[in-house]
Structure formats: structure tokens, C-alpha cells
RNA sequence: AGACCUGUGAUGUAAUGGUUAGCAUACAAGAUUUUGAUUCUUGUUGUAUAGGUUCGAAUCCUGUCAGGUUUACCA
């Protein structure tokens, strides 16, 4: 591999200049802390990427940490997801870590901390609070119960912890600076009390650390070098410092390396969102079949899709990393799946909208095997046999009674070659009283049939068409997607809800015929439907039913111009 | 608008004070093609703005403008 002068980003770089003032290479340490509260979507594939891409390029451990602190909205089955999801991807975590096993050291720091006058607890209503934190613009001021005693402070934390009170009676707060321009740094609270069942802890816990006293911690205690996170983070990271300062006094021993924060743009795609919270309204509204269904941006829709871990990596290497706010156009993600599938899946033939083609002039009830090859991108992926015969199912609109020399297609009186087979002309069409065509007939030539060898099999046509045998043809559903709304940034619109950029044609499901070979596709399998795009064989897909996805449709430079 | 962050073609990103601002996508033209695909060639569009420092500025400084973040017992 060459490593041409690669630039660093900016993460890099910084890393870079730590090792440079004396940080050591086997100290670099990341991790990938979601929430389970939602299934991963493309935005954490570039969080993903960036932390245990860090792990790659400095053969460093990453941890896989579940920020599992609010057990009012995390279940186990996130859990499950998070990690099918991040291993499908292709990245193996160091150690599978969760914030609440940590729950009793950051308790145990909390203590230090009442003791050492830097917490301590409140007894008012968030609206009391609220109103004392003032605003960015105005200064806060102290609340009544700032100045509680040690004594006091120790028996009602301990008192909040024993579930002697109820829910939003007391909370724990750090004792910081009511005056700070900072708001995060007015006093925030460390500790609330909820009485719910934790997916890990069950009932031993009826006081929660909220995020910013956990996380930090949680990265202190796995000796986490560079704690990568999105930029809506950056005002956290005065008090992620400060907590991480004050517990370092406390356990520079145990723990002797303090971990730094340090914060990228998040990934926008154009024409969906990447808000958890809008998802699973989606999801609970029906809209979507479930977290998985192909239009879904989350990873389990991209992989159901068909979309591959190659394809979805070379894409967030592609879009790199900075500072900026971003949208990036799909069409760069569709560029590298095609791209991916364009070396790498099987072509076959498939025809989505049926019409019917006679060759009259075939001997009756003659058929034949054609060969044609699975890829000519790949060397050694060989060759299959389709079966050919004098009645055909074309695209319908492949066929047109007359049109312009722009127009490569069947036409009358003109010829087109039947993909591996023989080249035809169009002679006549059949329609019923509405005028549609329900049939087209033909004449082929005998002697074109593709690679025999004889001057006419080497004629040039314009046209080569796909098709299948109507007799050997084998029947498929087919899902096609469009995207899941027609706004370029549904949930950007200040006056508009993003629901209402909904797109109505989002999914269509066709009634296909595909070639028989496909008989024996396995669910995953991702073939080229040749002319027409990338497709995968959905999970639905049994004995009695065929299912394909449309992945992504090949680059049509003739729909753009026929517009 | 207090504080903080960010402004490079249509989109994303590179250039770490030093040649005509690079790359990818997108778009356009041509060649090749038994996929109007692929491949190949070529082309179009850019340093938000006004000053300053410097022999030299996308890069450093100041102002302006624009966008974002920040006032949850969420993460």
C-alpha cells in the first residue's frame, strides 16, 4: 500500500501533535459510546468510522461503551442492535463497556466531592432552578440550599440514594459558577431520582448520573486518550473538564491519565434525517415498515437495502472530517454503492414491466441456452446458461411504434439486439381497444446469435435489450424505493414540519419476471439487473416468493435527457 | 444578540505563510461499449467581505456579514 503524503484531519492532527509532546502511541485509546435508546443510523457511521478508523491507523484499543444512564428510555434490544449493527460494519471492539457499571464509583467521587464542598444537593423544583440559572445573556444566582452544610449535604444524598424520597425531590448538583457565561457550568445537576427499572442494573439504583457527570468519568475510567464526539458537545467540554479535573486528584493512582474531549461535525445527508427521536416516530406512526425498512437511514435499512459495509465505509472515508456544517448530497452515497456493486455483483436479466414479444419467424416450440457471462467487471466469475425462446417479456418501454434516431430501442422496422442473443427487427404490434400495446412481433436473424462467431453475429446495432423467456421466466416481487421525502432537508424547515415533506411514492412493489437462474438466489444476494440497477434479495423471500429490493438504480444518462 | 464555533466551485473535503488553489461526487462534451451501465479523455463552477501584517495570505491580525451551538431532573 502506498501511503502517498495522505493529509490528516484535523482529529488526526491533533493526535499527531500530542505524540509529538511526549504522549505515548500505546496510550492512544477511543471509543464508541451510543446511547441504546435507538437503532445506529448513517449520522454514527461517521463517529463510528472516526474512532475505531483512530483504532486502525494507531493499533489502538477502542471500547464499545453503552451510555446507558436514563433507564426511561434504553432496552435491551437497542443493546442487540448497536452491536449486530457495529459488527456488520466490519470493526471489532477492545471490551463491550456500559456507564452503569460504573455507578458506584462515580457514586463513591460524588461523596469526595460533597466532602470536599463541590456538590451539593437541591431541593427545589426544576422551574425554581430554571429561573435561578438566569440566561446566556443574564447572570444566575444562588438558590436557597447552595450553602447546606457537609453534614447535611452527605445524609440527604445518602438519604436520595436509600430511595428515601420521591422522584424530583432532591437532586445532587455540582457547585461550579451561577455567574459563568457558560450556562452548563451553573451549577448542573449530577444526580436525579428516578425509580425505574434499569435493563442492567434492575432496581439496585434509584438515583441515575445524568451525562455530563458520567461521561467524562466513564472515559477517565476506561483511560480513553481522545473522546471524539459531535459538536453540539462543545459547550460541555468546560465541565467535562471540570470533573474530570476534580476526580483526578482523587485517583490519579488508579487512573493517571486524563482523557480530552474534542468535538467534529456531525453527518447530514441530503433528503432524510438523522435524528433518533424523528425515527422512531416513523417507526411507532407506521410509516415505515420498522427500523429496518430499506428506506430507512439507519443501518439496519441500509443492510436490509443491500447497501455493504464496504460501501457505507468508503463512503464516510470519502466525506471526511472537519468542523463544518454539512449536508452531503446522496448521490455520493449511491456513487459508492454502485461502485462497490458495479465490480462485484452477478448481472443478470430481469424485466420489470412487462409486454409481451413474438418471434415469428422462431420454429415453433424451439428452445434454446444462451450463455452469458455474470460479470465482466471480475475476472473468473464464469458464466450461466439462460434460456431462450420465441416469446419473449421486454421492458415495456423498450418498444416504440416510431421515434427518433436518439431513440436506441425497438422500433418498427428497425433492429435491436436481444442481450446474449439474436438481433431482431420490429414488425408489427397488437393492441386491445384502449390503444395499449399487448403485443409486439418480430423477425430475428438466425445467423446474429451472439458469439457464434459468423459476420452477421458481429453486425453493430445500436440497441441491446434485456428480456426473459415468458415460458422459463420466473415471477418476483420487486420493492422499489425512491427517497423517503422530497425535501432536501425535511427537518431544516423552521415553519414546516418535517412529516410533511413525506414522500407519497417512497415504495412501489411490481409484479416482475425474472430469469430462472434466480430461482436459487439466497436471501442477502445482490445481483445487477442489467439496464436497470442493483437489486438484493429481501428477507421475505421464501419457498412460494421471490422478493427483491431495488438497491440502487444504474447511472441513466438517457432519462436525463428524455426529460 | 452575551459566550463559543464555523465560512474554499452545486456538494463534501485538501492545500500546515511559498509555483497557474488539488481530489471525489455532481454536471457537460467526446471516445469505447452486445448494459444509454462500466471504462477512458476533456471541460464548467470556488478561497463570504473590507482593511491590515508580509517580499509573498485561503492560511496570521482587526472589523463586517452569514450560518450554527448554548437557557432539559435527555444523551
Not at 464496504?310 to 448521490?331: C, Q, Y
Not at 436518439?406 to 404490434?429: A, D, H, P, T
Request: net charge negative; with cysteine; glycine share 6%.
Amino acid at each position: 500500500m502506498s501511503e502517498e503524503k495522505k493529509s490528516l484531519n484535523f482529529i488526526e492532527q491533533i493526535i499527531e501533535d500530542d505524540l509529538a509532546n511526549g504522549a505515548k502511541v500505546e496510550n492512544l485509546r477511543f471509543r464508541f459510546p451510543p446511547e441504546p435508546n435507538g437503532y445506529l443510523h448513517i449520522g454514527h457511521t461517521k463517529a463510528i468510522g472516526i474512532s475505531f478508523g483512530l483504532g486502525e491507523k494507531y493499533n489502538a484499543p477502542v471500547n464499545l461503551r453503552f451510555d446507558d444512564t436514563n433507564p426511561a428510555k434504553e432496552e435491551q434490544e437497542y443493546v442487540d442492535a448497536i452491536k449486530k449493527d457495529v459488527t456488520w460494519l466490519g470493526y471489532e471492539w477492545e471490551n463491550e463497556c456500559y456507564s452503569s457499571d460504573y455507578f458506584q464509583q462515580l457514586y463513591d467521587w460524588a461523596i469526595q466531592l460533597i466532602k470536599d464542598g463541590k456538590a451539593y444537593v437541591d431541593s427545589q423544583s426544576s422551574e425554581e432552578m430554571a429561573k435561578q440559572k438566569g440566561t446566556p445573556t443574564t447572570t444566575g444566582v444562588a438558590g436557597p440550599y447552595r450553602d447546606r452544610s457537609v453534614d447535611e449535604n452527605i445524609d440527604l444524598f445518602t438519604k436520595m440514594k436509600n430511595g428515601e424520597f420521591e422522584e424530583g425531590s432532591h437532586v445532587l448538583r455540582a457547585k461550579i459558577d451561577m455567574s459563568s457565561p457558560n450556562m452548563l457550568l451553573r451549577d448542573p445537576l449530577m444526580y436525579r431520582i428516578l425509580k425505574k427499572s434499569h435493563h442492567r442494573t434492575g432496581n439496585d439504583w434509584v438515583i441515575y448520573p445524568m451525562y455530563d457527570w458520567t461521561h467524562g468519568e466513564s472515559d477517565y475510567i476506561e483511560q480513553i486518550s481522545h473522546s471524539l464526539c459531535s459538536l453540539e458537545f462543545k459547550p460541555h467540554r468546560d465541565l467535562y473538564n471540570w470533573f474530570r479535573d476534580n476526580v483526578y486528584t482523587y485517583s490519579k493512582e488508579n487512573y493517571p491519565l486524563p482523557p480530552k474531549q474534542r468535538e467534529f461535525s456531525r453527518l447530514n445527508l441530503s433528503y432524510t434525517i438523522m435524528s433518533k427521536r424523528k425515527l422512531l416516530k416513523l417507526v411507532e406512526e407506521g410509516v415505515v415498515s420498522g427500523w429496518d425498512d430499506p428506506r430507512m437511514p439507519t443501518i439496519s435499512g441500509l443492510r436490509r437495502r443491500g447497501y455493504t459495509p464496504a460501501a457505507i465505509r468508503n463512503f464516510i472515508e470519502t466525506v471526511g472530517v472537519s468542523k463544518r456544517e454539512n449536508i452531503i448530497d446522496v448521490a455520493l452515497l449511491e456513487f459508492k454503492i454502485r461502485e462497490d456493486l458495479n465490480k462485484n455483483a452477478n448481472r443478470v436479466m430481469g424485466v420489470l414491466d412487462p409486454v409481451k414479444l413474438v418471434i415469428t419467424n422462431y420454429p415453433e416450440n424451439k428452445e434454446e441456452i444462451l450463455i452469458a457471462e455474470n460479470n465482466p467487471e471480475l475476472e473468473d466469475s464464469g458464466s450461466r446458461e439462460v434460456p431462450f425462446s420465441g416469446e419473449l417479456y421486454i421492458e415495456r418501454e423498450d418498444f416504440r411504434e416510431e421515434a427518433n434516431k436518439k431513440y436506441f430501442r425497438l422500433k418498427l422496422g428497425k433492429e435491436v439486439r436481444l442481450k446474449n442473443g439474436y438481433i431482431i427487427k420490429g414488425e408489427s404490434c397488437i393492441k386491445d381497444e384502449e390503444g395499449n400495446i399487448t403485443e409486439i412481433h418480430c423477425t430475428y436473424d438466425p445467423l446474429s446469435k451472439s458469439g457464434s462467431g459468423t459476420e452477421e453475429s458481429k453486425r453493430k446495432v445500436k440497441g441491446t435489450l434485456h428480456w426473459v423467456s415468458i415460458k422459463h421466466a420466473v415471477e418476483a416481487e420487486v420493492r422499489v424505493y425512491d427517497r423517503l421525502f422530497s425535501d432536501e432537508a425535511p427537518d431544516s424547515h423552521k415553519d414546516k414540519d418535517y412529516m410533511e415533506f413525506l414522500n407519497p411514492d417512497s415504495l412501489k412493489t411490481i409484479k416482475a419476471f425474472v430469469e430462472p437462474s434466480l430461482r436459487k438466489a439466497k436471501i442477502g444476494e445482490r445481483f445487477q439487473f442489467q439496464r436497470l440497477g442493483y437489486f438484493n434479495v429481501d428477507d421475505d423471500t421464501n419457498l412460494e416468493k421471490l422478493v427483491f429490493n431495488k438497491i440502487v438504480g444504474l447511472r441513466d444518462t438517457w432519462a436525463k435527457k428524455s426529460k
